[in-house]
């Protein structure tokens, strides 16, 4: 197994993926944001320690052939805490 394959599987363990295919082609065409999506995790995980984190691929509707790997945080608490966790992830 490849070192960028092994990278895409770890991924896959931290955040939620309910497309595994559309996103290990995504990062397979674009292999420099697999080290920067492990770093983000970890950022994340320390403002919005009870989030779950998806990524998914989107297309912008204005032109189809466009696709955007979107990272979508639940932080899993109440709104006024998750607005004091954003400010706080903000500000990192």
Do not use: N, W
């Not at 204005?62 to 709104?79: K, M, N």
């Amino acid at each position: 197994m490849s070192e960028a394959v092994a990278e895409i599987i770890e991924l896959e363990q931290e955040y939620t993926v309910p497309q595994p295919d559309a996103v290990r082609a995504f990062l397979d065409s674009y292999p420099l944001l697999t080290p920067f999506l492990a770093e983000a995790y970890t950022a994340i995980q320390q403002h919005f320690p009870h989030s779950r984190t998806f990524l998914e691929i989107t297309r912008d509707p204005a032109a189809l052939e466009v696709r955007e790997l979107v990272a979508t945080i639940d932080p899993g608490c109440a709104p006024a805490e998750a607005v004091a966790q954003y400010e706080s992830f903000k500000q990192a």
